[in-house]
């Protein structure tokens, strides 16, 4: 089981999107927007990605956080949380394969090693 998250409207997921159609990969599609991610789930995934690649600090969500709020990412525990409540700020997209992150953001060349 494949499964793809992201937002919609980010190119970078929809060029992910493209790519898998057009190799006839069949995955699920889960929107950050209408179905954010459970505090599990986020915890999960740093059992196998770092934060650091899971946290995109060059986009406009995190440069819109205060200084507090970016303080954040120094624990665990409140990066889940903040993560979270603004899961805009997550690298897009995720690509799960047999329930494992096997990449965050997308290229072409990666995505060729991971299914050829």
């Not at 790519?19 to 999960?44: C, G, M, R, S, Y």
């Not at 993560?83 to 096997?102: A, G």
Request: aromatic letters at 8%; charged letters at 25%.
């Amino acid at each position: 089981m494949i499964k793809l998250y992201g937002i919609p409207n980010c190119q970078t997921v929809k060029k992910a999107q493209t790519w898998l159609n057009e190799q006839n990969i069949e995955f699920e599609f889960v929107n950050f927007k209408k179905d954010a991610p459970t505090e599990q789930l986020v915890q999960k995934w740093l059992t196998e990605v770092p934060l650091s690649t899971l946290v995109n600090k060059k986009g406009t969500t995190w440069r819109k956080l205060d200084a507090q709020e970016q303080s954040q990412l120094e624990n665990e525990q409140s990066a889940i949380a903040l993560i979270c409540t603004h899961p805009s700020i997550i690298k897009r997209p995720i690509l799960e394969k047999d329930n494992k992150v096997v990449q965050v953001g997308f290229t072409d060349e990666l995505y060729q090693q991971i299914f050829h």
